[in-house]
């Protein structure tokens, strides 16, 4: 399956942006979709992670109550709304995909991704 990240910028802190990642080669109803984000110096880590039907999620502490990750699978499309940013939420953002019924937080654990898309939160 190929990624396509999108929708990234700059915003004031306090500010919103929603990030979409389009799917296509393969049936995206059989993919668990995943956003990662990763600062300059740091470690790739788990922001949040959406099962195939859209029933189950699971958020990194970080974001829980701030960010909101959906899909419509008649768009081949996977989203991750942000509100409430930090500048600590400052990264690149990456959308990645795996074949599974499993809701999975570890990078490793994703077969594909997006090229990422860049945020930026001023102060």
């Known amino acids: 399956v190929q990624l396509q990240a999108s929708g990234g910028g700059l915003v004031q802190a306090g500010g919103s942006l929603r990030l979409s990642c389009a799917a296509s080669g393969r049936t995206f109803t059989n993919y668990l979709m995943g956003w990662f984000r990763q600062a300059p110096g740091k470690e790739r880590e788990f922001v949040a992670a959406?099962?195939?039907?859209?029933?189950?999620?699971t958020y990194a502490d970080s974001v829980k109550g701030r960010f909101t990750i959906s899909r419509d699978n008649a768009k081949n499309t996977a989203y991750l709304q942000m509100n409430s940013l930090k500048p600590e939420d400052a990264a690149v953002y990456y959308c990645?995909?795996?074949?599974?019924?499993?809701?999975?937080?570890?990078?490793?654990?994703?077969?594909?991704w997006g090229q990422g898309t860049q945020v930026t939160v001023s102060s």
């Open positions: 990645a995909a795996r074949r599974t019924v499993m809701v999975l937080t570890t990078w490793r654990d994703y077969d594909y």
């Open positions: 959406i099962n195939w039907s859209g029933i189950s999620t």
